[in-house]
């Protein structure tokens, strides 16, 4: 097609016609791309990575507008626990050993470099069957408030109990 219109230089040298590049993730496909990031970034998490007999171990790596990022352990027949992230969406990415998702539909195994996003009352529980300890990277969007646990034998005939106490957590800001 021709036109009577030729752009001299280069429009990407005048920064006020582009759109502001997001300081942050605005879109499922972005924090799935943030989580692969930092899961690719092994320096940056890995030692961290603490392992508790008694409970899972988790700490906040990291938190942004709107969204904070979660580094979880997983010993062998540690498990999440039938649960939803209340008005949270998520992203799970599992960066090493193995960890078994149950769900309504299902049960699926979650190798190194899985990774599921969530919607708000997305409910699921998450084990570690392996003999193996796992870590896992979850980000939450917006940032986590709640985690209601529910009632039932497996993910099919789940319902909400009752409010279980929280428990204490991590903080472990990681650098840059």
């Known amino acids: 097609m021709n036109s009577d219109v030729e752009i001299a230089g280069d429009p990407l040298a005048v920064p006020h016609l582009l759109p502001p590049v997001p300081r942050h993730p605005v879109t499922v496909a972005g924090f799935v791309g943030l989580a692969r990031t930092i899961a690719a970034d092994r320096d ?54 193995e960890l078994s998702e149950r769900t309504r539909s299902g049960h699926r195994s979650l190798a190194p470099g899985a990774q599921r996003a ?7 529980e998450v084990v570690n069957d392996s003999l193996e300890p796992a870590v896992s990277l979850h980000i939450y969007f917006p940032g986590l408030t709640e985690m209601p646990m529910h009632t039932g034998t497996d993910a099919a005939q789940c319902a909400p109990r009752a409010e279980a106490p929280a428990q204490a957590h991590v903080e472990a800001p990681l650098a840059g």
């Not at 969530?118 to 699921?124: I, K, R, T």
């Open 44 to 97: 940056r998490w890995a030692p961290l990575v603490q392992y508790d007999a008694t409970t899972r171990w988790y700490a906040r790596l990291e938190t942004g507008p709107g969204y904070e990022v979660w580094l979880l352990s997983w010993l062998p027949g540690q498990s999440s626990g039938l649960h939803d992230h209340g008005d949270s969406s998520g992203v799970l990415t599992v960066l090493q050993g």
């Open 118 to 124: 969530f919607a708000p009352g997305y409910v699921h």
